[in-house]
């Protein structure tokens, strides 16, 4: 599916994916996840309209996508309740260019949710479901600042980076987890690139027009990629300032001054064997506490030389939890800015990257040229049984302090199929099942959970 269109798609991703294919191989460009967010390419059919000195490109991205959820909703695991709705969602882009170099780009969003039994007021915070056409982004860019290698980017941008763990846009999501009120600085050179912003992430309200930003975390982010190596390299700083005393640690209120620091390596060792890793760490203060937490994943690909091109993936990931609820160690992973819902730890998305091992195991096969199927299991587990089972909204949703009600969260099963005829629209099909564990039985209500969608998307 097309989600950023012609322009965002050729500046935002293609910039920082064309490392990974030049590099790499055919590692992301051939999408090895089968990721619900792929990025279609797109026809240039509405480009370069001239309008008086300047040259216009619209695009467009239509998306349906049909419902149901038994056990679960868009917040969390919720046994007992079912609920089936149709997401509809429309984005227009409108890219202005005033020569090569500079260029003004806004993009429209609209998303309803027909028939679901969630109402606004269920939604304390970002609407993910609904908003009424905003203003996604309006940014002015400028490239290569008087022939230099400096580019601008000022404005409402969406910003993600490498596989989205880390830095990830969230548009599964009716509306779209993650977009910035950022101002970007961006060195690129033959050797490395280097994006350096300060931004607050956007909060989706169908009652407001335009939407506002977050008042916290404002995040200041320096994050580069090495070229010329044999693989993709990517090094980060995230900070994350939240003031006003706001923070509520165990030993009392204070402000969230985090520290992240990281890399995320991609790399095509053979056309048959590929890895990723990525680690984290980070540090500061969250209230009066002190941060002490750890995010990693790797991923070993192994592509059979068969029919159907099989794929077959091995993946650990793991976001450290609280060890003591008393020590005045802030201990939960925090995930950066990662996409959540996308299918990383899980389609049901009942599940995030803070105090949590996923066990992962994936087939993936390419039955046809425009065809694929994706077979996907997660065994999860606490990583500190006396820290929460958190969300996706890194809200609490169940927790032992005692620890005495184990670690084993569940298994998981996803399956998807998505058939792409031409390069406009995409078909995709998914279920998921839940099968809780000790910690969730123990816990309270412990029934399974179960998903399926049918989506169709269209883009040009
Ligand atoms: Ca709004
Ligand atoms: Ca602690």
Not at 40 to 46: D, I, R
Not at 245 to 254: D, F, P, Q
Not at 311 to 334: E, K, V
Not at 386 to 412: N, Q, V
């Amino acid at each position: 599916m097309n989600l950023l269109l012609t322009m965002l798609s050729r500046f935002l991703w293609v910039i920082s994916l064309q490392f990974l294919c030049l590099s790499s191989g055919a590692l992301a460009c051939d999408d090895p996840q089968l990721g619900k967010e792929p990025a279609a390419p797109t026809k240039k059919k509405y480009q370069d309209v001239p309008v008086g000195p300047f040259h216009l490109d619209l695009g467009a991205n239509l998306r349906l996508r049909h419902e149901y959820q038994a056990g679960f909703d868009v917040r969390r695991y919720e046994p007992g309740t079912t609920d089936q709705f149709l997401l509809t969602r429309i984005m227009l882009d409108i890219n202005l260019r005033f020569d090569p170099d500079r260029r003004v780009f806004v993009q429209f969003r609209d998303a309803h949710a027909l028939g679901t039994r969630l109402e606004r007021k269920d939604f304390s915070k970002s609407n993910p479901m609904e908003d009424l056409w905003d203003m996604r982004q309006a940014y002015f860019e400028w490239e290569k600042i008087g022939g230099s290698h400096l580019d601008l980017k000022v404005g409402r941008q969406q910003i993600s980076y490498g596989d989205q763990r880390i830095f990830g846009p969230g548009l599964w999501g009716n509306t779209g987890r993650y977009a910035w009120d950022a101002a970007m600085l961006r060195i690129d050179t033959s050797r490395a690139w280097v994006d350096a912003w300060i931004g607050r992430p956007i909060e989706n309200r169908p009652e407001l027009w335009p939407n506002r930003e977050f008042k916290a975390p404002t995040a200041f982010v320096v994050y580069g990629g090495i070229k010329q190596l044999p693989f993709r390299l990517d090094i980060f700083y995230a900070g994350k300032y939240g003031g006003k005393a706001r923070t509520i640690g165990e030993s009392g209120k204070g402000d969230l001054r985090s520290h992240s620091i990281g890399f995320q390596l991609q790399k095509q060792a053979r056309q048959w064997l590929d890895f990723t890793a990525s680690l984290v760490g980070q540090t500061g203060r969250y209230g009066k506490d002190t941060i002490r937490a750890f995010g990693a994943n790797s991923a070993v690909g192994v592509t059979l030389p068969l029919k159907w091109r099989p794929r077959l993936a091995g993946q650990y990931t793991w976001g450290s939890g609280d060890r003591n609820p008393a020590d005045g160690i802030h201990g939960a992973f925090d995930g950066v800015f990662g996409g959540a819902d996308i299918n990383f730890y899980g389609d049901l998305n009942l599940f995030f990257w803070a105090n949590l091992r996923d066990y992962e195991w994936d087939l993936h096969l390419n039955p046809g040229r425009t065809t694929k199927f994706a077979l996907e299991h997660h065994y999860f587990t606490l990583d500190q049984a006396r820290d929460a089972w958190y969300t996706t909204g890194l809200a609490i949703l169940r927790r032992d302090a005692t620890g005495l009600s184990g670690k084993a969260l569940g298994h998981e099963i996803n399956v998807r199929f998505s058939w792409q005829p031409a390069k406009g629209p995409e078909i995709m099909i998914g279920w998921g099942h839940f099968f809780p564990g000790d910690f969730v039985r123990t816990t309270g209500a412990a029934r399974s959970a179960s998903g399926y969608f049918l989506q169709a998307t269209y883009g040009f």
